[in-house]
T-cell receptor, first 115, second 109 residues
Framework: GAGVSQSPSNKVTEKGKDVELRCDPI?????LYWYRQSLGQGLEFLIY????????KSGLPSDRFSAERTGGSVSTLTIQRTQQEDSAVYLCASSLQGLEGHEQYFGPGTRLTVT | GQQVMQIPQYQHVQEGEDFTTYCNSSTTLSNIQWYKQRPGGHPVFLIQ?????EVKKQKRLTFQFGEAKKNSSLHITATQTTDVGTYFC?????????FGQGTRLTINP
């Protein structure tokens, strides 16, 4: 079956513009995570959705970042008024359950470059 | 909140040498997972450990989960160039899976 997909694969935007990044998780996966990875760095947790529960937004770096998950499936990460320090690869991952120790399946990521 | 520390941050070895990365959690974990990210790729699940003191092997890779379920290690015997990449541990706490910062392994052929 299809894995996690993300779009676009690459995004170049000018400083100050808004961007939307999309994640399509594996069908049936109730947990969805967003991470940010700067070049050569680790995974920075951003936000976590589990079923119909309120999302865990504790990793969002500023109020310019927001995310939503519609119908428990597709998720969109929005970055408003982008800054150069937002440049990174944004990874989405999904799993069957968030709390049951199920493995996370990662998408290929969206490489965001803010000029 | 829960923190997962991983050391070393970088490791460079000669092909054929062994490699170990260590993972420590600030809280007791229900399980720990290991992932590998090849250069230019995305993290891929390797294994999950659940039981206290558990040891699992995958060919040249040996994974251990500490007795207190707060630490773990990944050991690679006789590294090969295909082992190059970043290895992440991820600890399952009460709320969510928390990733360590990863150990980046480079190998001299």
């Amino acid at each position: 079956g299809a894995g996690v997909s993300q779009s676009p694969s690459n995004k170049v935007t000018e400083k100050g513009k808004d961007v939307e990044l999309r994640c399509d998780p594996i069908s049936g996966h109730t947990a969805l995570y967003w991470y940010r990875q700067s070049l050569g760095q680790g995974l920075e947790f951003l936000i976590y959705f589990q079923g119909n529960s309120a999302p865990d937004k504790s990793g969002l770096p500023s109020d310019r970042f927001s995310a939503e998950r519609t119908g428990g499936s597709v998720s969109t990460l929005t970055i408003q008024r982008t800054q150069q320090e937002d440049s990174a690869v944004y990874l989405c991952a999904s799993s069957l359950q968030g709390l049951e120790g199920h493995e996370q399946y990662f998408g290929p990521g969206t490489r965001l470059t803010v000029t | 909140g829960q923190q997962v520390m991983q050391i070393p941050q970088y490791q460079h070895v000669q092909e054929g040498e062994d490699f170990t990365t260590y993972c420590n959690s600030s809280t007791t974990l229900s399980n720990i997972q290991w992932y590998k990210q090849r250069p230019g790729g995305h993290p891929v699940f390797l294994i999950q450990l659940v039981k206290s003191g558990e040891v699992k092997k995958q060919k040249r890779l040996t994974f251990q989960f500490g007795e207190a379920k707060k630490n773990s290690s990944l050991h690679i015997t006789a590294t090969q160039t295909t082992d190059v990449g970043t290895y992440f541990c991820a600890g399952q706490g009460a709320q969510k899976l928390v990733f360590g910062q990863g150990t980046r392994l480079t190998i001299n052929p």
